[in-house]
Nanobody, 126 residues
């Protein structure tokens, strides 16, 4: 069974940092584009960042550019998102996702992602 499990969320003060992790099990995602999305209740899921299978290409939403860093460790089959200078508007449930091998677009379109985790809550207090 393919699983993506996020961790690292929590409550942090504005200006603080968090590092989210996403551990994959059931199969390897070493050759898959992966990404992070976030969602606030009542709103659509929002793209945060994406990374190519090698880590050589990354793509960020304007809202996190300069504050977020996506990375991956293909040996550990784990995806990361480092978020700095957090703002209250970063409060959301954060999801990691992976594209199928046949895709390969480092893109923010959520319909391109075939595998999803259950999410981890990030709350930023002002």
């Amino acid at each position: 069974q393919v699983q993506l499990v996020e961790s690292g969320g929590g409550l942090v003060q504005a200006g603080g940092s968090l590092r989210l992790s996403c551990a994959a099990s059931g199969r390897t995602f070493r050759r898959n584009v992966m990404g992070w999305f976030r969602q606030v209740p009542g709103k659509e899921r929002e793209f945060v960042a994406a990374i190519s299978w090698s880590g050589g290409r990354t793509y960020y939403a304007d809202s996190v550019k300069g504050r977020g860093t996506i990375s991956r460790d293909n040996v550990k089959n784990t995806l990361y998102l480092q978020m700095n200078s957090l703002k209250p508007e970063d409060t959301a449930v954060y999801y990691c996702a992976a594209q199928g091998l046949e895709r390969g677009n480092v893109d923010g379109n959520s319909s391109l992602y075939d595998y999803w985790g259950q999410g981890t809550q990030v709350t930023v207090s002002s």
